[in-house]
Nanobody, 124 residues
Framework: QVQLVESGGGLVQAGASLRLSCAASGRTFSRYVMGWFRQAPGKEREFVATISWTGGVTNYAVSVKGRFTISRDNAKNTVYLQMNSLKPEDTAVYYC?????????????????WGQGTQVTVSS
């Protein structure tokens, strides 16, 4: 199991940028596909982005593609979500997640560990 701690959320105006970080414990971080998800009030948790073990392949939700960038630094056991051109509809609690399997597949991500979440609020 990988333990995850998110940071970097906050309150910003529409059009601004934020970078979320997710620090992971354990020496096997580089073996896991990592992902970001979000949950807005009254809505189900939804997929935002995933990244492969080495960081070479990424996948994004249509709603964030072109505005958000997921990246990782395996030497620092950290995954990032750079969010640009933020919109009020991006307001949500953002969660970091690790795949349930070592060396899993990017497009069949199944979360095995979750962080506690970080709030992102975008005002209009």
């Amino acid at each position: 199991q990988v333990q995850l701690v998110e940071s970097g959320g906050g309150l910003v105006q529409a059009g601004a940028s934020l970078r979320l970080s997710c620090a992971a414990s354990g020496r096997t971080f580089s073996r896991y596909v990592m992902g970001w998800f979000r949950q807005a009030p009254g809505k189900e948790r939804e997929f935002v982005a995933t990244i492969s073990w080495t960081g070479g392949v990424t996948n994004y939700a249509v709603s964030v593609k072109g505005r958000f960038t997921i990246s990782r630094d395996n030497a620092k056991n950290t995954v990032y979500l750079q969010m640009n051109s933020l919109k009020p509809e991006d307001t949500a609690v953002y969660y970091c997640a690790a795949d349930s399997r070592e060396y899993g597949r990017l497009y069949s991500f199944s979360a095995g560990s979750w962080g506690q979440g970080t709030q992102v609020t975008v005002s209009s």
